[in-house]
T-cell receptor
C-alpha cells in the first residue's frame, strides 16, 4: 500500500480481555517498529523488528505484551489480560533500511480498556 | 538514558509570524534526529531527518538545525499559516543503543488566522 496501515483504528475492550493490533508496513520496508502514545505525551518505544526477528524488545512493559512478524511484513501486537493502564494509541512505523532510516508512521490504533 | 525535552509545550501565534520550536537531548552521541508533525487523532508525519554529521535541513518553509555538542535542535517555521497548527515532535536515535527513536513530549502549535 501507499502508507503504513493499522487495524483496527479503534478498539474498546474490557479489563482482562485479549487484544490483537495489526500493522501492515509500506511494501519493501524491512524495519518495523511499535510505539505507544499516551494522551499529551510523545510516543514510547515498545519493540523493533528487522525482517522476521525482534531485534530489540526492551520497550515492552511486561510479559503481557508480545509482538510477531512471521513473514517479515505484517506484524501483530498482542496484549493479554488487558488492564486500564494499557489504554493508549499504539503506533506502528516502518523504515526502508535496517539501520537508522527515516520512519514512516501509521495512523495508530486507539485502545480503550474499560 | 536519553531524555528529550521540547520547549515550549504549547505555543499560539498569529498567522504570518516566523517561529522557532526547541528540542534538547541529554546524550549528544546521537546518530540522527527527526522532526515529526502530528495532527489531532492522527499518526506522525515525518518532516525532516538530520544526520549527526549535518548542521541543518530545509524543506519548504521549514528549516531544522542541529547542534550535537550542545544537545539542541531547532525547527524554524517561516511565515506560519493556520494549516501549520499541529503538535510537533522531535525524536533522536542514539548511535550506540539500538535502533529506537526517543521522543520529546511535543510542542502544540496553534496559528490563529
Amino acid at each position: 500500500g501507499a502508507g503504513v496501515s493499522q487495524t483496527p483504528s479503534n478498539k474498546v475492550t474490557e479489563k482482562g480481555k485479549y487484544v490483537e493490533l495489526r500493522c501492515d508496513p509500506i511494501s519493501g520496508h524491512t524495519a518495523l517498529y511499535w510505539y505507544r502514545q499516551s494522551l499529551g505525551q510523545g510516543p514510547e518505544f515498545l519493540i523493533y523488528f528487522q525482517g522476521t526477528g525482534a531485534a530489540d524488545d526492551s520497550g515492552l512493559p511486561n510479559d503481557r505484551f508480545f509482538a510477531v512478524r512471521p513473514e517479515g511484513s505484517v506484524s501483530t501486537l498482542k496484549i493479554q489480560r488487558t488492564e486500564r493502564g494499557d489504554s493508549a494509541v499504539y503506533l506502528c512505523a516502518s523504515s526502508p533500511t535496517d539501520w537508522a532510516g527515516e520512519l514512516f508512521f501509521g495512523e495508530g490504533s486507539r485502545l480503550t480498556v474499560l | 538514558k536519553q531524555e528529550v525535552t521540547q520547549i515550549p509545550a504549547a505555543l499560539s501565534v498569529p498567522e504570518g509570524e516566523n517561529l522557532v520550536l526547541n528540542c534538547s537531548f541529554t546524550d549528544s552521541a546521537i546518530y540522527n534526529l527527526q522532526w515529526f508533525r502530528q495532527d489531532p487523532g492522527k499518526g506522525l508525519t515525518s518532516l525532516l531527518l538530520i544526520q549527526s554529521s549535518q548542521r541543518e535541513q530545509t524543506s519548504g518553509r521549514l528549516n531544522a538545525s542541529l547542534d550535537k555538542s550542545s544537545g539542541r535542535s531547532t525547527l524554524y517555521i517561516a511565515a506560519s499559516q493556520p494549516g501549520d497548527s499541529a503538535t510537533y515532535l522531535c525524536a533522536v536515535r542514539l548511535g550506540n543503543a539500538g535502533n529506537m527513536l526517543t521522543f520529546g513530549g511535543g510542542t502544540r502549535l496553534m496559528v490563529k488566522p
